[in-house]
């Protein structure tokens, strides 16, 4: 039972909290409260081929169950 005023997060850790990873935890338990994706090159999203750029876009999928979700962005 979350006692009032905390909150757990569900921190980025590369190549762990995949969506794959996000869901099943969110789905199992009742923490954490937030979530984010790892860090996704946005210069990659913009610039890449579109087969670099759909890899990178997998990395920023969620489910509904995973909400309140946090995308992070790098440079």
Known sequence: MREKGNILVLAPMADVTDPAFRYLISKNSDIPHVTYTEFVSADGICLAPEIGRK?????????????????QFFS
């Open 55 to 71: 890899k990178l876009m997998k990395d920023l999928e969620y489910s509904e169950i995973e909400r309140p979700i946090v995308a």
